[in-house]
């Protein structure tokens, strides 16, 4: 992961945008907080992730699947 300020940020946009794109992590300080900068791809990934996990009836699926023996798992090809 990458940490750089505000400032240099600004000076440097182009290549922190083709880092993240390739999956890395950008930390942008200022004196008011820190941004965090990542690829749309991974932000996809993230609210995707947040939308399943917050899912009472996926949760529920889960941890019936979770529960259920190896030998009567279904297997989909």
Do not use: C
Request: no cysteine; net charge negative; charged share 25%.
């Amino acid at each position: 992961m990458a940490v750089v300020n505000v400032t240099s940020a600004r000076k440097d946009l182009y290549n922190l945008v083709s880092m993240v794109q390739d999956h890395e992590t950008v930390t942008i300080t200022s004196k008011d907080g820190n941004a965090v900068m990542i690829s749309e791809n991974d932000w996809d990934a993230i609210m995707e992730t947040l939308y399943v996990m917050g899912d009472p009836d996926f949760q529920k699926n889960l941890e019936e699947a979770r529960n259920t023996p190896l030998s009567e798992r279904e297997v989909w090809n």
